[in-house]
T-cell receptor, first 113, second 109 residues
């Protein structure tokens, strides 16, 4: 049973470029959550999606950040025009249902030069 | 296997009582964090305690860390019905981030 998969594991971008982070949920899971973790800090919730729907994006910055979870394929977290402050670890989690246990992926570590 | 394990798995108390949850882990950590999850919502970060700290307070929350026993506890004082949720500990080893299995807390009004 493959767990939650994220790729790339490490991503380096220059200021102003775009970053695309992918998350493939566990088989049978249709709910995906994205979190950001700054060094030595806890996870901060960003967005919660179901297939083709954004359920809760209260933790997402209003500009430059977007997320999608299409009918087919992985969930994508997209950061446009990255800045140094975007450097962080980005984790996604998936669950079977809205009240199900969340299973976390290994994270993508984004470094903005 | 997952690093963190919490006990009890479920806890039910009366409003106003204190709730204590425990978390055990297996390897050395940089820090340990506690999270709350309300049904159908994302995790909410409650408190982070570093490996060189023994105790930390935040409002009605008190967290202890015993690195020799590889365990932590979360105490919620004067509980409220709104504290009803699942509580998870997470360990950050620097290379990996692990969540425990969670404690389901029910506070009865």
């Amino acid at each position: 049973n493959a767990g939650v998969m994220q790729n790339p594991r490490h991503l380096v971008r220059r200021r102003g470029q775009e970053a695309r982070l992918r998350c493939s949920p566990m088989k049978g899971h249709s709910h995906v959550y994205w979190y950001r973790q700054l060094p030595e800090e806890g996870l901060k919730f960003m967005v919660y999606l179901q297939k083709e729907n954004i359920i809760d994006e209260s933790g997402m910055p209003k500009e430059r950040f977007s997320a999608e979870f299409p009918k087919e394929g992985p969930s994508i977290l997209r950061i446009q025009q990255v800045v140094r402050g975007d450097s962080a670890a980005y984790f996604c989690a998936s669950s079977k249902g809205a009240q199900g246990e969340q299973f976390f992926g290994p994270g993508t570590r984004l470094t903005v030069l | 296997s997952q690093q963190g394990e919490e006990d009890p798995q479920a806890l039910s108390i009366q409003e106003g009582e204190n709730a204590t949850m425990n978390c055990s882990y297996k390897t050395s950590i940089n820090n340990l964090q506690w999270y709350r999850q309300n049904s159908g919502r994302g995790l909410v970060h409650l408190i982070l305690i570093r490996s060189n700290e023994r105790e930390k307070h935040s409002g009605r929350l008190r967290v202890t860390l015993d690195t020799s026993k590889k365990s932590s506890s979360l105490l919620i004082t004067a509980s409220r019905a709104a504290d009803t949720a699942s509580y998870f500990c997470a360990t950050d080893t620097g290379n990996q981030f692990y969540f425990g299995t969670g404690t389901s807390l029910t506070v009865i009004p």
